[in-house]
Nanobody, 115 residues
Framework: QVQLVESGGGSVQPGGSLRLSCAAP????????KGWYRQAPGKQRELVEI???????NYAESVKGRFTISRDNAKRTAYLQMNSLKPEDTAVYYC?????????WGKGTLVTVSS
C-alpha cells in the first residue's frame, strides 16, 4: 500500500505548538484522510483526533481544547494544530486514511515535548 506523507513533528517545550500535516496520494481515488493516532514507547496506539467524511470529529479527552483538526479535500490533506503541548503528548504521530476496506498509514512523525 502507498503510504501517506506526513510532516510537522519536532521538539518543543511545554506550552509550545506544532502543526502536523498529512497528504494522501493522488493515485488512490476516493481516499479520505481521517486524522491522527499516536503511540508512545511501550504503549498501544491511541486515537488523537480524526474527522469523518461527513465532517464529524472524534478526539481523545486528553487533547480536548488543545488540538484542532482541519482538512482540505481538494488537496487530500489534513492538518492537526497542536497547542499547549504537554510532556504527555510525546509520541510518534501516525496519520491514517481509508478507502473502502483498506487502511493507509503514514510513516509517523515524532513529537517530543520536554523542558
Amino acid at each position: 500500500q502507498v503510504q501517506l506523507v506526513e510532516s510537522g513533528g519536532g521538539s518543543v517545550q511545554p506550552g509550545g505548538s506544532l502543526r502536523l500535516s498529512c497528504a494522501a496520494p493522488i493515485s488512490i481515488v476516493g481516499i479520505h484522510v481521517k486524522g491522527w493516532y499516536r503511540q508512545a514507547p511501550g504503549k498501544q496506539r491511541e486515537l488523537v483526533e480524526i474527522i469523518s467524511r461527513s465532517g464529524n470529529t472524534n478526539y481523545a479527552e486528553s487533547v480536548k481544547g488543545r488540538f484542532t483538526i482541519s482538512r482540505d479535500n481538494a488537496k487530500r490533506t489534513a492538518y492537526l494544530q497542536m497547542n499547549s503541548l504537554k510532556p504527555e503528548d510525546t509520541a510518534v504521530y501516525y496519520c491514517n486514511a481509508e478507502r473502502l476496506d483498506m487502511d493507509y498509514w503514514g510513516k509517523g512523525t515524532l513529537v517530543t515535548v520536554s523542558s
